[in-house]
């Protein structure tokens, strides 16, 4: 996308992180950050001139050295149910074994069909897909984004509506990464900044912020809307059996305070008792692949 819109040539340089490496579990080794350092130590070592994240991986406090220039546009950032002959939620049997290594998903699974076992699973989309497969899982949860980029959407046998499952901050997008004072760089790299989808994420990461949540934490957000945009949130229990949901509408060039607002609300109706798990002030995001 760089090259085609600035005819600059762009070099991959592919950097394996404890995340890619560890079968530990993420709450286990550090949350979502353990995707992002390696990446960012590169790129402050110069090694790399720009990063480029899932944007869910991203922590939401502020790296030093470096400053996030631009958000593509977003792909769709539901959650997908990957079962075997084509199963949906409500067609899997009693205490069907369902795999994700996300509390939110597992959270929020729990409060669409309580019997269900979420069951703790690490490595890539293939690997998790293969115990299905093997018939070691019922089925997993994974992003929708994230299939369609490795070409799996024939493993898809529901999509998630967002009033079923909403998404973690930032799903289904890409954050690009940048040196802190690189003004030319930056401002070349803008070519590929989405001012919607960068608008609805930053709403998304402030209500995470705001609300202390970590990476145990299972909390939702998905905003959407370009002029007006509206802002859904929830925080759910980690056994889903009480959930917090909230929206909140506004000016998308006030993302942030939308984001921070709809968080205050949730926090003053007692989010803090499920957040409070998650480690407090770490704010490294809160999800898996």
Not at 10 to 18: A, F, K, Q, Y
Not at 81 to 103: C, E, M, V, W
Not at 150 to 174: K, S, Y
Request: hydrophobic content about 45%; glycine content about 12%; aromatic content about 2%.
């Amino acid at each position: 996308m760089i090259t085609e819109r600035t005819g600059r040539p762009v070099e991959i340089v592919g950097v394996t992180t404890l995340g890619d490496v560890s079968r530990a579990q993420l709450t286990q080794i550090g949350g979502t950050g353990v995707f992002v350092s390696a990446l960012r130590e590169a790129l402050l070592g110069g090694e790399v001139d720009l990063a480029v994240h899932s944007l869910k991986d991203l922590p939401t406090a502020p790296a030093e050295g470096i400053m996030l220039v631009a958000v593509p546009t977003r792909d769709d950032p539901h959650d997908a149910l990957a079962a075997r002959n084509g199963a949906k939620l409500a067609d899997l049997p009693a205490a069907a074994r369902i795999g994700t290594g996300s509390p939110r998903r597992a959270a929020q699974l729990l409060m669409l069909r309580p019997d269900l076992v979420a069951v703790p699973v690490r490595g890539n989309a293939g690997t998790r897909l293969g115990k299905v497969a093997s018939g070691e899982l019922d089925a997993v949860v994974l992003a929708y984004a994230g299939l369609v980029r490795i070409g799996r959407l024939d493993a898809v046998t529901q999509v998630f509506e967002a009033d079923e499952m909403l998404p973690a901050p930032g799903q289904g997008a890409l954050a690009v990464e940048c040196r802190a004072g690189d003004a030319a760089l930056a401002a070349l790299l803008a070519c590929v900044d989405d001012p919607a989808s960068r608008a609805a994420t930053t709403a998304e990461r402030a209500l995470l912020t705001t609300l202390e949540a970590g990476c145990l934490a299972p909390v939702g957000a998905y905003a959407a809307g370009t002029d007006v945009m509206r802002l859904h949130g929830i925080v759910v229990a980690a056994d889903g059996g009480t959930a917090l949901r909230g929206s909140t509408e506004g000016p998308a060039a006030e993302a942030e305070r939308l984001g921070r607002e709809l968080a205050d609300d949730l926090l003053r109706r007692g989010a803090g008792r499920y957040t409070a798990v998650s480690g407090g002030h770490n704010n490294k995001g809160a999800d898996d692949t």
